[in-house]
């Protein structure tokens, strides 16, 4: 279930030792169509191939207002991803892949900032990150509440703290047993 990176590494998740780091939830397109490309490319990427560049944004209205003119009825939620992974998202950060509401795909850790590659037709925005995949999603259904449905959220305030620690369990669970070959 875990890549075997992680299972030499030793490496697990604690709420706790997370200091300064956000934790995001992202899908890696609908279905997680570009997971194999993210972790292949080293990145994390979200779409809205209609923008480009996005580096230079000073402002939350300057979003609204591109959303607008590429024809988004309604820019609310669009605005915001953007905004959280172009200027919020940071080194250091760290990324859950999820596919739909209920998997996880793998798990990384942030290590350069925002860029825009256009020659990624559907997904030109992104950012590196030193994945760590599982081999096969991992399940969260004994996780107490579903993943979002957003393309993006940040999971590291204090009222999803403790859906965070059930996810870093189980995560950490099955690099455990991943690791001692019971699973």
């Known amino acids: 279930m875990v890549n075997e990176s992680c299972k030499k590494s030793g490496m697990t998740l604690d709420v706790e030792l997370l200091g300064a780091a956000n934790v995001w939830v992202i899908a890696p397109g609908e279905g997680a169509e570009f997971w194999?490309?993210?972790?292949?490319?080293?990145?994390?990427?979200?779409g809205y191939q209609e923008l480009k560049s996005l580096g230079r944004l000073v402002t939350q209205a300057e979003v609204k207002r591109l959303l607008q003119e590429e024809g988004f009825k309604n820019p609310i939620h669009h605005r915001k991803a953007i905004w959280q992974f172009v200027k919020e998202m940071k080194i250091g950060d760290i990324v859950l892949a999820k596919q739909g509401?209920?998997?996880?795909?793998?798990?990384?850790?942030?290590t350069g900032d925002y860029n825009y590659v256009g020659e990624r037709a559907k997904?030109?925005?992104?950012?590196?990150?030193?994945?760590?995949?599982?081999?096969?999603?991992?399940?969260?259904?004994?996780?107490?509440?579903?993943?979002?449905?957003k393309t993006l959220t940040l999971y590291t305030q204090d009222k999803l703290k403790e859906r965070l620690e059930e996810i870093f369990e189980l995560i950490n669970w099955a690099t455990i047993k991943s690791s001692t070959g019971t699973v």
């Open 101 to 110: 509401t209920r998997k996880l795909r793998g798990w990384g850790t942030v």
């Open 123 to 149: 997904y030109p925005h992104g950012r590196t990150v030193d994945w760590i995949p599982f081999d096969s999603p991992l399940s969260l259904s004994t996780v107490s509440r579903q993943l979002p449905r």
């Open 36 to 46: 194999e490309k993210s972790v292949e490319l080293g990145i994390v990427a979200i």
